[in-house]
């Protein structure tokens, strides 16, 4: 279908990686953005202003925006605790799904969404904002083509000052406990930084190991006791004789998307033949070998069509009537889903889990 014109809704702005996905949206030659939608009006106003969205395309109705706009696709950005409802509302409506991470509050919600959209012969996408970051992309081509032998272990550090950071004020300060607890990020349901961000490194490590799944999970959290959730997690996943660690933070001394806290976040990859260190929004990567044991800086790759945005690749995948691959498919995330529900059990259990691998 090279000159259909796929028409895509935007219904749920509580996460607000909406604005980025409808940008992608908005900006793509064979989409048309129908309708957006949210219950409170305020929270679409930046969009509307910023892409001069008329009237007539803005709903605060979710079924009433389906109905009267007939998208083709519809993106959804809703609390982590609610993706499976919301996916169970919209799929019988005929429509093909983009989910804005994590997949879901757990493995159970993220089954039914698959199955959801299974019922209805759409397509499902997990965009994981991580997946289209230069660094990453490159040091998965970098592992494709062998250049550090075979992949032994991923550790990972990602995280942010705070999920609802004042960051319009430059004189903000740490959210105090009472605003952080009327937040759906400290939702027990779907909430917290285990889940915040945990999804990120274990569904790139996946798609780093080739759909490899871990052995065993051990896991530990913390944080202020007063809080429903944990703001810090360190993972640790078995593959093989090797273990890999991920480590989730909320309250880094700076946002890594303006300046990089220390530890850095993003990915170290060691192989057999080398080390890879990806972090998040740089420039370049650095890969070590035998060759190059001091370490060697390359740029990182530019991103081609159609694999620069989730937006832009999923209309490719529907197009060309291709298989959703690598961390935004069903498939990788549900790993990924897998290793945090572990992870999650594991640090309430106070032990070692085994990783189930169906």
């Not at 959209?117 to 965009?127: D, E, I, Q, S, W």
């Not at 990806?278 to 370490?295: F, H, K, M």
Request: overall charge positive.
């Amino acid at each position: 279908m090279p000159n259909k014109k796929w028409r895509i809704a935007g219904i749920n702005f509580d996460f607000r990686h909406m604005d980025h996905l409808l940008a992608f949206s908005f900006a793509a030659k064979n989409a048309e953005v129908v309708g957006i939608c949210h219950e409170d009006a305020a929270e679409m106003q930046d969009v509307i202003r910023t892409h001069g969205v008329p009237d007539e395309k803005v709903y605060t109705d979710w079924q009433r925006c389906i109905e009267e706009t007939r998208p083709d696709i519809v993106i959804l950005c809703p609390a982590s605790g609610v993706h499976a409802e919301w996916v169970e509302k919209v799929a019988p409506y005929g429509v093909h799904v983009i989910i804005e991470k994590p997949f879901a509050a757990d493995l159970a919600q993220a089954d039914r969404m698959i199955a959801a959209m299974k019922k209805a012969r759409r397509r499902l996408a997990v965009n994981w904002p991580l997946a289209w970051y230069p660094p990453h992309v490159t040091a998965h081509r970098l592992l494709s083509e062998g250049r550090i032998g075979k992949l032994q272990e991923v550790h990972f550090y990602d995280g942010n000052r705070s999920p609802i950071w004042d960051r319009a004020n430059p004189k903000a300060v740490a959210p105090t406990i009472a605003e952080r607890k009327r937040s759906w990020f400290y939702d027990p349901v779907g909430g917290g930084a285990l889940i915040d961000y945990l999804g990120y490194g274990a569904t790139l490590a996946t798609w780093y190991f080739g759909g490899r799944k871990p052995s065993e999970i051990t896991a530990v959290t913390a944080g202020p006791s007063a809080l429903p959730v944990e703001e810090q997690s360190v993972t640790v996943a078995r593959y093989g004789d090797w273990l890999s660690t991920f480590q989730t933070r909320w309250g880094t001394f700076t946002d890594p998307w303006l300046d990089q806290p220390q530890p850095k976040c993003g990915f170290v990859l060691k192989g057999s033949e080398g080390t890879i260190a990806n972090y998040d929004y740089e420039e370049t990567v650095r890969i070590q070998t035998a060759r190059n044991p001091g370490g060697k800086i390359i740029k990182v790759d530019t991103l081609r069509r159609p694999n620069q945005n989730p937006v832009q690749y999923f209309l490719h995948c529907l197009e060309k009537g291709e298989k959703v691959k690598g961390p935004i498919s069903p498939e990788y995330s549900r790993i990924g889903q897998q290793i945090v529900d572990t992870a999650i059990a594991s640090a309430r259990a106070g032990r070692t889990l085994a990783f189930a691998q169906s």
